[in-house]
């Protein structure tokens, strides 16, 4: 009896024990499961070292100096047989040729006041040659008259007064035949110019020789840039027919917005990229011209721009490829310092209108303000509240908080 109270009281022990440390197993669990875990992060080191910032557009290259070379009279432009590329030579190199034009039509009213002018002007040569007639009959009777009062004032049965007067009268004539010759040479060419008017216009190319022909040759040497007029046709005076100059003396024009374009100085290196080479060329600053323009951006808002001329520093062998009009990505450097200490700005964030960083001490995000300098968009001069070998979190999100916990994320 008494080994059978024993051995049922042992079991009840047991079945104790055993409950009590299931029940402990599941607090522990529900202790575990409830507790706050490490949050996963993205670590990042406070640094020292160079820094710089730049203002970073778009350009194109263009040859230094371009020559426009224009139509010098309105004409018939033949076609131009100079070639993109071509090498011309400074006043040898023939660049285009021009023609008279044809004359133009004319409408019904024009063609009816140019047949009044020719009816006008046949009537005028007619009187014209009636005065040259009536003078040279005046003119053979003067000479006659004079004739006689010379053989008469010999024998003395005239004055010398009238032998003076004969011959004024005779002086008198021959002056007037001059002037009506002459009238009537006014009235043939008037004539002549109002015929003129009506001449129809031909077909087909101007006719061409030595002296109707005007030859356009190259101002200075270098290359054919670009063609503005190729094929043959009627011009005005001024009208832009080709581009030439040196393609060895290319400059970099980058069109900067003028809250930036104030930020650069002359002088200051430029890392020229996406030009299409395996490596950046380098440049520097010449000019920063000193007016803008209204340029309109691709979203349609008009934005102030201002021109920085960058001179090429490589020799020209690494950017010979380059030529007039190419497109390039320019960064221009506005500040530089060796030796600053520096945080990603993905680490940045603001707090109670100052920046800030999570620093992590003792495995748990420590929210620190800091005193931000320089930024290029990539890391951020700070200039106090960490130093160099601090651990900060990088791109912190909503869910981390002052003292949280926080684990490194694995890469």
């Known amino acids: 009896m008494a080994s059978d109270k024993g051995s049922q009281t042992g079991r009840k022990l047991f079945r104790r024990v055993a409950g ?11 202790v ?10 993205d670590m990042a080191q406070v640094t020292r070292g160079p820094m710089q910032v730049a203002v970073t557009d778009e350009g194109y290259t263009r040859v230094h100096d371009v020559f ?14 100079s070639e993109v590329g071509d090498t011309v030579e400074a006043n040898t190199t023939r660049l285009a040729e021009l023609l008279p034009t044809h004359p133009q039509f004319l409408d ?18 007619k009187l014209s040659t009636a005065q040259r007639r009536d003078a040279e009959a005046q003119l053979a009777f003067a000479r006659s008259d004079a004739k006689r009062a010379r053989a008469l004032a010999k024998k003395g049965h005239i004055s010398k007064v009238a032998l003076e007067r004969a011959e004024l009268a005779l002086d008198s004539a021959e002056a007037a035949l001059d002037t009506a010759r002459a009238a009537e040479r006014v009235s043939q ?6 015929r003129a008017a009506l001449i129809a216009p031909a077909r087909g190319t101007p006719k061409m020789d030595d002296g109707n022909l005007v030859a356009v040759t190259a101002p200075v040497g270098g290359r054919v840039l670009r063609l503005m007029q190729e094929s043959e046709r009627v ?8 581009e030439i100059g040196n393609p060895g003396q290319l400059e970099i024009v980058i069109d900067l917005l003028s809250r930036d374009a ?7 290196p430029v890392n020229i990229t996406r030009w299409g080479g395996d490596k950046p060329l380098n440049g520097r600053v010449r000019l920063v011209e000193p007016f803008g323009f209204t340029k309109i951006s691709a979203l349609g808002i008009e934005e102030q721009r201002v021109n920085v001329i960058v001179d090429f520093v490589d020799p020209k062998e690494t950017w010979s490829r380059l030529g007039h009009g190419y497109r390039v990505d320019a960064d221009i450097e506005i500040w530089r310092a060796d030796d600053v200490v520096q945080v990603p700005t993905g680490a940045l964030f603001r707090h109670r209108e100052a920046w800030a960083v999570f620093r992590v001490i003792a495995n748990r995000a420590v929210r620190t303000q800091v005193t931000v300098g320089h930024n290029n968009g990539r890391e951020a001069e700070i200039l106090g509240g960490v130093v160099p070998g601090d651990t900060i979190v990088l791109h912190p999100s909503e869910r981390i908080e002052d003292g949280i916990k926080v684990t490194r994320r694995p890469l």
Do not use: C, H, W
């Open 20 to 30: 009590l440390a299931m029940l402990a197993g599941v607090v522990a669990f529900l």
């Open 32 to 41: 575990y499961a409830f507790l706050p875990q490490p949050v996963p992060v």
């Open 68 to 81: 426009v070379v224009s139509a010098p009279v309105t004409g018939y432009l033949l076609r131009i047989q």
């Open 108 to 125: 019904e009213r024009s063609r009816n006041q140019a047949e009044a002018a020719i009816r006008s002007a046949e009537a005028a040569l």
């Open 189 to 194: 060419g008037e004539l002549d110019n109002a």
């Open 235 to 242: 011009v005005v005076a001024g009208t832009p027919l080709l």
């Open 262 to 268: 104030v930020k650069v100085d002359p002088g200051a």
